[in-house]
């Protein structure tokens, strides 16, 4: 079995946004696997514990994202591969270049997180089941893979649904889904010598035309500020009548 996850590296969560000249600062920023990504990774070590399954991680960005990929190795990967392009800004393209290099690659599981921390699109997974055309799984928090057939447990509103699916197939991870490891210091060590190989888009045979944006990030703002809180005195039917007020007022 071969499992392949797509993977993002993101802020670290605690992480204080900080913009400049409209933009996001990210200089001096930690950086981690996406959350819900290492869901994914943590599901496709445990496959692999379980069936002999082959693991490949990959992401589309920067040189600098060799880092989340080194951690998913020491996790217990067995090789990455990353699409070296940071000017892909879209996930139209991003998902477009992941197309390129796995359509004549042998896989029977991709697995993804259903979301990335940071632009909450939950776009290019999908956008790749799509182009290669595979049955997906979305949100997952229970897999089972037993020979060519897989069954993913989801939360829908409130209750659970099963969804059964023939490999090869795509599924997204949610939280709940697994618990994911923290790499030991032999693995950390183990994980500089496995192989890690560097792709363009010119290797995968993309044109600037491929990687251009489709849609553009226009602006990027913090939120405003929180107001001072409205003290209510009074008795208690006064202060029912002028909560009542209020919220009468934000309704408009």
């Known amino acids: ?66 880092q989340a990929l080194r951690t998913a190795l020491a996790m217990g990967a067995d090789e990455a591969v990353l699409i070296e392009a940071p000017e892909l800004t879209d996930e139209r393209a991003i998902a477009k270049a992941i197309v390129a290099y796995l359509k004549d690659k042998s896989f029977d599981v991709l697995l993804a997180g259903n979301f990335s921390v940071d632009n909450g699109a939950g776009q290019v997974a999908i956008r790749v089941a799509h182009q290669l055309d595979l049955p997906h799984i979305a949100a997952v928090t229970q897999l089972t893979i037993e020979g060519n057939q897989a069954t993913g447990v989801r939360e829908i509103d409130g209750d659970m649904q099963t969804v059964t699916a023939t490999l090869p197939a795509l599924f997204t991870a949610q939280q709940g889904l697994n618990e994911p490891r923290y790499p030991s210091l032999p693995n950390i060590m183990k994980a500089k010598k496995k192989p890690l190989t560097t792709l363009t888009l010119s290797d995968l045979g993309l044109s600037d035309e491929d ?39 934000a309704l408009r």
């Open 1 to 66: 079995m071969h499992v392949v996850v797509l993977m993002k590296q993101t802020f670290d969560t605690e992480e204080r946004i900080r913009l400049v000249d409209g933009k996001i600062a990210e200089d001096g920023v930690k950086w981690i696997i996406n959350p819900y990504d290492e869901y994914a990774v943590e599901e496709a070590i445990q496959l692999k514990e379980k069936q002999d399954a082959t693991v490949t991680v990959m992401t589309v960005g920067s040189e600098n994202s060799t």
């Open 211 to 249: 990687a251009a944006a489709r849609v553009e990030r226009v602006e990027v703002t913090l939120p405003p500020k929180r107001q001072a809180g409205q003290k209510i005195t009074g008795t208690a039917d006064e202060q029912a009548e002028q909560l009542a007020d209020i919220l009468v007022k």
